[in-house]
């Protein structure tokens, strides 16, 4: 059974940081594109970072230079670390795994940026 368990959400002001982890099992974790997206109130879900099993990284425009998406395999974790926060970051963020048309997702883990 594939599991997806996303920790490390909360609230933080606006400038800071905060990192999320993703702690997968069930899956032969290495061969597996893992991602992060979020979804805020009222939006559709949206892309912010995956990275391959080689390590290959996409980012979505918004968060290129602020967000840093990271993996280890042998721990089967991702995470993604956030920097220069903003309001519109405020969302509920998910990590995806996905390899060719299996795909899984975690429960999400909300983000919430306000003063």
């Known amino acids: 059974q594939v599991q997806l368990v996303e920790s490390g959400g909360g609230l933080v002001q606006p400038g800071g940081s905060l990192t999320l982890t993703c702690r997968a099992s069930?899956?032969?974790?290495?061969?597996?594109?893992m991602g992060w997206y979020r979804q805020a109130p009222g939006k559709e879900r949206e892309l912010v970072a995956t990275?391959?099993?080689?390590?290959?990284?996409h980012n979505a425009d918004s968060v290129k230079d602020r967000f840093i998406i990271s993996r280890d395999n042998g721990e089967k974790t991702v995470s993604l670390q956030m920097n220069s926060l903003k309001p519109e970051d405020t969302a509920i963020y998910y990590c995806n795994a996905r390899m060719n048309h299996y795909i899984n997702w975690g429960q999400g883990t909300q983000v919430t940026v306000s003063s």
């Open positions: 990275i391959s099993g080689g390590g290959v990284v």
């Open positions: 069930g899956i032969v974790f290495g061969i597996y594109t």
